[in-house]
C-alpha cells in the first residue's frame, strides 16, 4: 500500500526532482513518525479490538526469526556434509 501510494507520489515528476522528493523521507524525524504512525494503526487494529492475531503474529515472527538465526549453522553443517561425502567417493 504505502508502495503503491510512494509511486503514485513520484510517477508525474521529471528523474531530477525525485532525490528532492525522496530525501525528506529519509530523516531520522520522518522515520520515527512512520514508526509511530504504524504502531499507533497496529494498535488500533488489533490490541483495541481485542484480536486474536497480535498472537500469532508473535508465534510466526518467531519461527520465522528462529529460522534466520540458525540458518548460517545449518548451512556451514550442510557444505560441511557435502565435502565429506565427496572425499568418500
Known sequence: MALRRFYN?????KVS???EHVKPMLS??????AIQR???NYHAKY???DSPDPIFHVCFGGMIFS???ALPHERRHLEH???HAQQNH
Open 9 to 13: 507520489e513520484i510517477k508525474g515528476k
Open 17 to 19: 526532482e525525485v532525490p
Open 28 to 33: 531520522l524525524n520522518y522515520i520515527k513518525r
Open 38 to 40: 504504524g504502531m499507533g
Open 47 to 49: 490490541i483495541e479490538t
Open 67 to 69: 529460522y534466520l538465526v
Open 81 to 83: 556434509a557435502q565435502q
